[in-house]
């Protein structure tokens, strides 16, 4: 049975990690006061941007918010994680492969009890079938996790970093844009489903590398250095 080695295996996913989670539970905290607070109908800027959706509708991008949609679920979902937990396995990359693991884990659980807690009614005239709460969006949390997951996987150091970053960025925001315009949320049901990924990525890949760094420091390990690359880069927080 595989078991990851987190003396062996420790990677370094932000120069300072506790600021990480500390961003992360301030932001989590802004969705939770969000559910709290969120009418069970529109607010004014949802309805004005539910109206510039119905405006702006052409078959093209009505095919480009559809192929979000697919991305986001399903088979094209299972086959996106399966491909980097795959990649993770095989470069027996283990602390990363748990914190991935992790945020896709927690992102989705997470979602669905802010659901369940917010009864909040979706658009009317939706393009697809949605059941349940509108509030969060568990797409938008789904591309919000993915989409930094991967920067802090994959990306280099410096500038490299701040590009990938910004292209996670039009990604979410490529995804946030695809549900409003299927009508299937509401504006704000989707800025507080992608902060809510951002935030379990941030959380997770933070507390692994907390834990991964104090378990080498008891098994006698090397000392969690700033900015030591992870598989041969040194990313930036």
């Not at 559809?66 to 979902?77: D, K």
């Not at 969006?137 to 970093?161: E, K």
Request: net charge positive.
């Amino acid at each position: 049975m595989l078991r990851p080695s987190w003396g062996e295996n420790e990677e370094t996913f932000f120069a300072h990690p506790r600021r990480a989670v500390g961003w992360a539970s301030a932001l989590l905290a802004l969705v939770v006061l969000g559910a709290l607070l969120v009418p069970t109908g529109p607010l004014a800027p949802d309805s004005s941007w539910s109206e510039l959706m119905h405006d702006i509708e052409t078959p093209l991008l009505t095919h480009l918010a559809l192929v979000f949609n697919a991305l986001g679920r399903g088979l094209w979902r299972a086959l996106t994680l399966a491909a980097v937990g795959l990649a993770l396995l095989l470069a027996r990359r283990w602390v990363a492969l748990i914190a991935f693991a992790l945020a896709e884990a927690l992102t989705p659980l997470l979602n669905n009890l802010v659901k369940a807690f917010v009864d909040r009614r979706r658009p009317p005239g939706h393009m697809l079938e949605a059941h349940g709460s509108s509030f969060p969006s568990g797409h938008a949390a789904y591309a919000g996790a993915t989409a930094i997951a991967l920067v802090l996987l994959f990306s280099g150091p410096g500038r490299q970093r701040r590009l990938w970053f910004a292209l996670a960025a039009l990604v979410i925001a490529g995804m946030a844009w695809s549900r409003t315009y299927l009508q299937v949320h509401w504006l704000s049901d989707v800025v507080a489903g992608s902060a809510l990924g951002i935030a379990v990525a941030l959380l997770c890949f933070g507390i692994v590398q907390i834990v991964s760094a104090a378990s080498a420091r008891r098994r006698g390990g090397p000392p969690e250095r700033e900015g030591r690359p992870v598989g041969g880069s040194a990313p930036e927080a």
